[in-house]
C-alpha cells in the first residue's frame, strides 16, 4: 500500500514576507526556463528569479526576510499557468503558508496537495499585516486553522478557506493520493456507469 | 447554487462519492499529460510503488519543449533531450499511449486531442496545464491541474475537488466583420477581470456563441483561464456533433447514436439554475488587444490605453507597472505601435482555420521590413492539412516562416523567444512580463488576421483597414 499519511496541519508560525501586488502569475513565480527539468530540485533558489534581478530591493532578496515563512500577498496572486513548479519554488524557498487577499484557482489546489495552506482575508487587513512586516521582520505571526484567525503583534483577524480544503489540513488527508486509490472499487462502478468508457472498450 | 446546467450533470455523473473532507472524488474520463508536469508525478507514483490504474484513459504527447526548427534527435538542448527521454520511458513503462514526434499525430496537447475525437461531451478532462480549458468547447468539464494531481489521477484516475458555482455569459447578436473568437474572450476578460472567473466555471452562450465553429469556441474556452475561470463551456450542439463524426476516437456505429442522445441530455436544462448571469452585446466587440501585462488589460484596436484616471483605484497599480514595462504612455493609440516580431500558433490559435484567416491576410502582402514573423502549426495534422491547401506557400511568399508544430513562443520552453524588450503581436494567450523568453520582452495578444495585419504594416492595425486597402 502506498503511503498515504499526510501530516496534520492546523498551526503555522514564523515571520512574514510582505508582497505586494496583485496578479502576481506563476510565470513570474518561476520564468518557464527553469520548468526545463525532470524535477523539482533547486527551484527554491530560482524564485522571482527576473523579478529579483530586475528589482534588488525586491522583498525575496532582502536580508530581514530570509528567514520568513508566511507568505503574505494581495489579489489573485498565482494566477496563469498550472505550473506546480511556482509553489514548489515558493515552499522550497521556505514558505510554509501563505495569506492573502485572494488565489487563482489552480495555484490554490497545487498548494493544498502541497500542504502550503493559503487562507484568504480582507483587503485591510492583509495591507495592516503587511505594513506590519515591513516595519518589524521580526514579528511572529501564527495562523490557525482550526480557529481561522492570524494574530501578529496587536493583529488578529479572521481568515478564510474553503471547509473541504481546510478539512484536509486538519485531517492530515492534504495528499489525497491513498484515499483516493483506496477507493478502487466505487471508482470502477463509476467509471462503468459512464456511456464513454463502454464505447472506448467495444 | 447551480442546478440543471451540463457541468451540475457532468459532475454527478462523474462522481464516485464524498471524501472525509468533504469534498467531492471526481473521475477523470480523458488524462492528457507532456513531458513538463509529467516526469515529477511519475517520480511521485514510482516512490510510492504504485501503478497507473486506468492507463488507456491517459494519452501523452510532447509540446513545450520540441523546437519548430530543427527536430532531429537528440535534441540541442540536453534540458528538452532529457525530457523529452523521460516521457518516452514513462509512456513505454505505465503502458500510455505517446503521439511522438514525427507520429503523424504529434502537436500541441490542446490541439491533437480534439483533432483524433478522443474529447467528447459530457467527459471530465484533466491535464497538466491551464489551457486545458479549451476541451469545453464540447461541452466537456476540462481544467488544469499541478503535478501532485496529475500524480492523483495516474494512480486513481481520479481528482479530490470543490464543486465550481456556474456563471452563464451570453454573448448575443452578429460579430461585426474582422472580428473573432479571440476578440470575443479578450473582451469578456477585459470586462470581466482576471480574476472575475475565480470559483467559477464560464458556460458560453448566445447566438453570437452558437455561430462559431467548434475551433472558434476552442480559442474562447481556452483563455477561459486567463479569466480566473479554471473551466469554461459551451453546450454540444450540432456544431459539436459534426465535428466530431468520423474522427479517430468517436463512436462509431449503433455507439454514435447513443452518444448523440447522451450529448443532448447533458445540455444545460432550459430553465437551469445559474450562480451568476452576465450579458454581452456582440457588435460591441471591436478586434480586441492587449497592451499591459495581463490579459485583462485589453483595448479595442482603435481606443487609446487607458488612463489611470480610468480605472478603479486597485486596478492603477499593476497599469502604472504595465505602462512601465510595456513603454507605452497612458493616452497613447495602440494603433501604430510598432512590432519586431509576429508570432501565430498556439493552442489558442494554432489550428487550421486560425492559419486559414491569417493566410486571407497574407495572401499577396508581404511581411514589413525589420519584422520578424512566423507561423507554427498547432499539429503534424494541422501542418499536412494546410501544407495540402498550399497555406505553407501563401506564408512564405509573403516573408513568414513555416515551422514545425509545438508550444513555440507561447512561453519559449524552445528556441523560440523574443530578444530584449522586443515587442511581439502575437496570437497566443498570455502577455505576462518575460512570457516570451525575454525578462524584458513585450507581448501584444490579438486575434491570428490581427497579426498578420501587424506583420505586414510593421505596426499594430486594424485588420478592417487593410482589407479595405486591397
Redesign the interface.
Known sequence: M??SSSAQITTISGHGLPLV???I?T??II???F??????DGLGEQVFA??R??LADHPFNQKPYQEAEVLVVN??FG???????A?QAIARWGIKALIGE?????FF??CV??GVPCVTAQGDHVTALQKLIEQDPTVEISLDLESMNVTAGDLSFAVNM????R??FL?G?W???????A??E??A???E?????N??A? | MSKGTLFDKVWTAHTVGTLPSGQTQLFIGLHLIHEVTSPQAFAMLNERNLKVMYPQRTIATVDHIVPTEDQSRPFADPMAETMMQALETNTTDHGIRFFNVGSGSQGIVHVIAPEQGLTQPGMTIACGDSHTSTHGAFGAIAFGIGTSQVRDVLASQTLALAKLKVRRIEVNGELPHGVFAKDIILHIIRKLGVKGGVGYAYEFAGSAIEALSMEGRMTLCNMSIEGGARCGYVNPDQTTYDYIKGRDFAPKGSDWDRAIAWWQSLRSDPNADYDDIVKFDAADIAPTITWGITPGQGIGVNEAIPTPEMMPADERPIAEEAYRYMQLSPGQQIAGTKIDVCFIGSCTNGRISDLREAANVAKGRHVALGVKAFVVPGSERVKQEAEAEGLDKVFIEAGFEWREPGCSMCLAMNPDKLEGNQISASSSNRNFKGRQGSSSGRTLLMSPAMVVSAAVTGQVTDVRQLASVS
Not at chain 1, 35 to 40: D, E, G, K, M, Y
Not at chain 1, 102 to 106: D, K
Open positions: 502506498s503511503d501586488g496583485n496578479d502569475d510565470d513570474r520564468p518557464a526556463r520548468l526545463r527539468a525532470v524535477t523539482f527576473d523579478d534581478q530586475q489579489r489573485n494566477c496563469g499557468s498550472s505550473r506546480e513548479h509553489p485572494s488565489f487563482a484557482e489552480i489546489g497545487n496537495a502541497m474553503g471547509d473541504g480544503s478539512q484536509m485531517k488527508t495528499d489525497a493520493c491513498g484515499q483516493l486509490v477507493s478502487a466505487a471508482i462502478k463509476t467509471a456507469q459512464l456511456p464513454y468508457v464505447w472506448a467495444s
